[in-house]
């Protein structure tokens, strides 16, 4: 993940800040790039007629930006398909009334479409009238039918690749269509005749999509129609209808409907498991699962009370104005939202806190010994901000909800997330759970583990083991927050809805089993030699140099991809108008983070030595997730990118570990 700190969760739940960034399209190193508005003829928001490439046909679209470099305008149509159109490929929507309606009146019910339609047109069954408004040159199929019962029928069709058509055919095609619109209209007595353009390929276009810059909003299969609001014409009292939207069905993530259900029971009673586990004294996964205490032994006001507090605190500190203004990537609208970047000016705050509560004589060994009440109350919180996350989708607005938590599901919903960026005023209520209470109460719990290791085992310093723990695992948060505009460029903030997914994720997932190793030093220490200690370090530190080189190159090139420093990188360019990566770290594998981040959770276990499996759980759980989440990318790009993906995976043959997988 770039530079920030993504939390690490999940079937594909929480991954390291490193291994999210890499998801998907950012698993090859895409990038988009900025859009500026200077004035132009046409200004964003307004409703025009944009040419479909490779074709003569005339859409609806809204104007999402210009870009003065390139001279290309970015439009979306009504199926939420994104495309860069030159200025003499757009039209004004003033000019398409008047012939839409006289085409309207000339055109039979009967009427069938040209083959040489656009591999974006919807097809339909429809009145005459209401198929002539909404594309002038569109060939519209429909079945006699009542006026006033006619039903639009609409199933998208998106072909990146178009077919080549020679003119003669075409001109052909169209012969036999005049005719048989003359004999129809002298059937119906029709007095006025309509000359209507040849559909002629424009053969620049289908040589060269590329200066269109096709692109889907989130995944092709996974988009969700645009929602348009309608703007009054000013050169017409009407205005032209538009094509209804159709939602595409999205596929579901984490086993689908039923997964949800799963997951909802499966990862609190997880988290339970491995606690009281780590209590005992033959920690080992292979005993029976220990007798649940009693209900009163899960629920402490005191520690409910910490909880809150700790919150409240970092809340505090996230909305004070110090720190960058960082900008996000653009949204479905085209809009940028604004975070406030200061998570490294909380940590250090936040350990400033810490000391002085220490120097007071606060024990924080209280921590490990309410562990348990302190997870169950992380728990609930996390439960009520699902449930009032959810309750507050139901009135977002539609281009504010996530292509994969709009399902329609109740549950899915829950579990996944409705609502893509939920925000009180300019509190972003993902950004912050994301980097900051269990981030960053990560590490305050494996403090606290290290004084409850001195207090238990009478040392006057902490073990090597569980130094070693501490700093590792403290180097990687700050390193994350120190680098946390990174995260503006990864999957949960992009594409993930906030649900309970992510809310749990967050707070109850990455502080209460990340701290594993540092809880099971406390009753089962480990003696490291020197050169075992110098050893560990060593692997740590290749991890992380890996980990950050391949990170920086993809956010580096991702953010600006003219960079001059940025010149020895190759790519290989793709229809949907990014590039993907293929030098560098990236060109030895095909998620190089991901490898950096494995090396770094091994240095992570080895400290608590071999006698039990349960401080080796996070390595054996990071190993399958980065498995699983390569699958996943793997099938999405091969779809996403085509040809191009399979050329880049011919170029750069391994996946994660070089001449192994």
């Not at 040809?643 to 170029?651: F, K, M, P, V």
């Amino acid at each position: 993940m770039g530079n920030s700190h993504q939390s690490r969760f999940s079937p594909d739940f929480h991954i390291p800040y490193g291994t999210r960034q890499a998801s998907q399209e950012s698993s090859a190193g895409t990038y988009f790039g900025s859009v500026r508005m200077p004035s132009v003829k046409y200004q964003r928001g307004e409703l025009v007629m944009g040419r479909w490439p490779g074709s003569s046909l005339y859409y609806e679209v809204k104007v999402l930006g210009f870009d003065t470099k390139s001279q290309l305008y970015t439009v979306i149509y009504k199926d939420g398909t994104q495309l860069e159109l030159k200025e003499q490929d757009i039209k004004s929507t003033a000019g398409f009334q008047a012939r839409s309606r006289s085409r309207s009146r000339s055109r039979s019910p009967g009427r069938r479409r040209s083959r040489s339609r656009s591999p974006a047109r919807t097809t339909r069954r429809s009145s005459s009238r209401t198929a002539a408004a909404v594309a002038t040159a569109a060939i519209t199929e429909s079945a006699p039918s009542s006026r006033k019962d006619t039903k639009l029928k609409d199933s998208l069709e998106v072909v990146l690749t178009p077919l080549q058509q020679t003119k003669a055919a075409e001109n052909n095609s169209n012969n036999k269509l005049e005719k048989k619109e003359e004999k129809q209209k002298e059937e119906n007595n029709t007095a006025n005749k309509v000359n209507e353009p040849k559909a002629t390929v424009d053969a620049e276009s289908v040589m060269n999509l590329g200066r269109y810059n096709l692109r889907r909003r989130k995944d092709d299969g996974d988009a969700k129609p645009a929602e348009t609001k309608e703007e009054q014409l000013e050169e017409k009292d009407a205005k032209p209808p538009a094509a209804p939207a159709v939602s595409p069905s999205t596929p579901l993530d984490f086993g689908g409907k039923i997964g949800a259900y799963f997951w909802l029971l499966f990862l609190p009673a997880w988290v339970l498991f491995v606690i009281l586990q780590v209590n005992l004294d033959d920690p080992s996964l292979v005993n029976f699962p220990p007798p649940l205490p009693p209900l009163e032994d899960f629920l402490d006001a005191q520690a409910l009370g910490f909880v809150v507090l700790w919150i409240l605190f970092q809340a505090l500190l996230y909305i004070l104005p110090v720190g960058k203004l960082s900008e996000g990537m653009p949204l479905r609208s085209g809009e940028r939202l604004k975070y406030r970047t200061n998570g490294f000016f909380a940590v250090v705050v936040s350990s400033l806190a810490v000391a002085a509560a220490v120097y007071q004589g606060v024990d924080l060994t209280y921590i490990h010994s309410r562990f348990l009440q302190l997870a169950t109350a992380t728990f609930l919180i996390s439960i009520l901000l699902s449930i009032y996350l959810y309750v507050r989708s139901r009135y977002a607005a539609p281009e504010q909800l996530a292509l994969g938590g709009n399902s329609g599901n109740v549950v899915y919903d829950f579990f996944k997330g409705h609502e893509l960026n939920p925000r009180i005023k300019d509190f972003d209520l993902k950004f912050f759970c994301e980097m900051r209470p269990g981030l960053i109460g990560w590490c305050l719990i494996n403090f606290a583990m290290a004084l409850a290791e001195m207090k238990k085992q009478n040392l006057e310093a902490p073990s090597y083991s569980m130094i070693l723990v501490n700093l590792f695992q403290l180097f990687y948060v700050v390193d994350g927050l120190w680098n946390e505009e990174a995260i503006l460029t990864t999957m949960d903030l992009m594409h993930d809805g906030f649900g309970f997914m992510l809310a749990f994720g967050d707070l109850v997932w990455v502080p209460f089993t990340y701290t594993l190793q540092a809880y099971y030093l406390v009753s089962h220490p480990n003696p490291l030699s020197l050169p075992v200690l110098a050893a560990i370090v060593t692997l740590k530190l290749i991890g992380f140099y890996i980990f950050r080189k391949s990170n920086s190159e993809k956010n580096n090139f991702r953010r600006n991809p003219s960079d001059p420093k940025l010149s020895y990188l190759k790519t290989i360019p793709t229809a949907t108008g990014k590039s993907l990566l293929v030098s560098g770290w990236w060109g030895v594998v095909r998620h190089p983070n991901y490898l950096g981040d494995l090396l770094m959770a091994l240095a992570w276990s080895l400290p608590c030595g071999f006698n039990h499996l349960l401080p080796w759980y996070y390595m054996i759980y990071f190993i399958i997730l980065l498995v699983h989440r390569d699958s996943r990318d793997m099938s999405e790009c091969r779809r996403k990118y085509g040809s191009a993906w399979d050329e880049y995976c011919r170029t750069v043959r391994y996946r994660i570990i070089p001449r192994v997988y």
